[in-house]
Nanobody
Framework: QVQLVESGGGLVQAGGSLRLSCAAS????????MGWFRQAPGKEREFVAG????????YYADSVKGRFTISRDNAKNTVYLQMNSLNAEDTAVYYC????????????????WGQGTQVTVSS
């Protein structure tokens, strides 16, 4: 079992920045690839960013490429999502997830999920 707890969400004005954190406990964090997903009201959950177990590989949705940065600190069992140049379309509940699977982009590859943190961008 891996327990994941997100933090750092909140209300921010368009053009602003937030950094989300996801703290992991349980099984060895460094054995897992990690991902961030988001779900806006009335929409499907969508992939935002993923990172390999060692942090060397990072992957992004086209909608956030160049604005968001995923990183991890295996010594702290934490994965981060730095979000810059936020706009109203980024408003959603953001979830982190842990995967032993092969696809970063598919939610079905992720076994463990956090409870989510709300990000609201005001225009």
């Amino acid at each position: 079992q891996v327990q994941l707890v997100e933090s750092g969400g909140g209300l921010v004005q368009a053009g602003g920045s937030l950094r989300l954190s996801c703290a992991a406990s349980g099984r060895t964090f460094s054995n897992y690839a990690m991902g961030w997903f988001r779900q806006a009201p009335g929409k499907e959950r969508e992939f935002v960013a993923g990172i390999s177990w060692g942090g060397m590989g990072t992957y992004y949705a086209d909608s956030v490429k160049g604005r968001f940065t995923i990183s991890r600190d295996n010594a702290k069992n934490t994965v981060y999502l730095q979000m810059n140049s936020l706009n109203a379309e980024d408003t959603a509940v953001y979830y982190c997830a842990a995967s032993r699977g092969s696809s970063y982009y598919s939610a079905s590859s992720y076994t463990y999920w956090g409870q989510g943190t709300q990000v609201t961008v005001s225009s």
